[in-house]
């Protein structure tokens, strides 16, 4: 019964390359979040994402990121042309709404990706 | 806008001591949900409660117990007799159902540390 898993665990990068970040939510879910966690900092929302579709990108940055979860596959972070100020930590969760009553549920997090950028 | 408090940012507690974690939250919504996690040392976010706006009855799991105030705005957790094990961050989150959709806003955190 495999939670959230996020690889790699940790990601270094130079400045300008690019970031990829790996999220598999939990078996049955089909909503993922992002979440990214600046250093001595609480969470704070990026995106989210149901398969093939961006339902709120209000906390993405509006450059350089890009998130999508296919039909098959992981879902995907992008980071292009990364920065120093990109260092944190990046949490993903996944969730099952019940599409008959709009219930929320709970938000599973994974084991997060630590970026450093150099 | 929505904004959750979390006023203590450290708090040190002896083993065996109780030790209770102030959580205070902004929302216009009428319908939300409120939340704790921990944060190990190991650094993964573990899910520990979800409470609706609707439900303001305490809540008791083990050594872990919630209290809900929506007169005060405030969710706060106790843990009693305190472990080392207990020692993480711990973050507080609130959803709102009407305004912002499934996202979680999560407060600055609590460093919990648990000392022998």
């Known amino acids: 019964n495999a939670g959230v898993m996020q690889n790699p665990r940790h990601l270094v990068r130079r400045r300008g390359q690019e970031a990829r970040l790996r999220c598999s939510p939990m078996?049955?879910?089909?909503?993922v979040y992002w979440y990214r966690q600046l250093p001595e900092e609480g969470l704070k929302f990026m995106v989210y994402?149901?398969?093939?579709?961006?339902?709120?990108e209000s906390g993405m940055p509006k450059e350089r990121f890009s998130a999508e979860f296919p039909k098959e596959g992981p879902s995907i972070l992008r980071i292009q042309q990364v920065v120093r100020g990109d260092s944190a930590a990046y949490f993903c969760?996944?969730?099952?709404?019940?599409?008959?009553?709009?219930?929320?549920?709970?938000?599973?997090f994974g084991a997060g990706t630590r970026l450093s950028v150099l | 806008a929505q904004k959750v408090t979390q006023a203590q940012t450290e708090i040190s507690v002896v083993e065996k001591e109780d030790v209770t974690l102030d959580c205070v939250y902004e929302?216009?919504?009428?319908?939300?949900?409120l939340f704790w996690y921990k944060q190990p040392p190991s650094g993964e976010l573990v899910f520990l409660i979800r409470?609706?706006?609707?439900?303001?009855q305490n809540e008791i799991s083990g050594r872990y117990s919630w209290n809900f105030q929506k007169s005060t705005s405030s969710f706060n957790f106790t843990i009693t007799a305190s472990q080392v094990v207990d020692s993480a961050v711990y973050f507080c989150?609130?959803?709102?159902?009407?305004?912002?959709?499934?996202?979680?806003?999560f407060g600055e955190g609590t460093q919990l540390t648990v000392n022998p």
């Open positions: 969760a996944s969730s099952l709404l019940t599409s008959g009553t709009q219930a929320k549920n709970i938000q599973y």
């Open positions: 078996k049955g879910h089909s909503h």
């Open positions: 994402l149901q398969k093939e579709n961006i339902i709120d």
């Open positions: 929302t216009r919504d009428t319908t939300y949900y």
């Open positions: 409470r609706n706006s609707f439900d303001e």
């Open positions: 989150a609130l959803s709102e159902w009407e305004t912002s959709g499934s996202r979680l806003t």
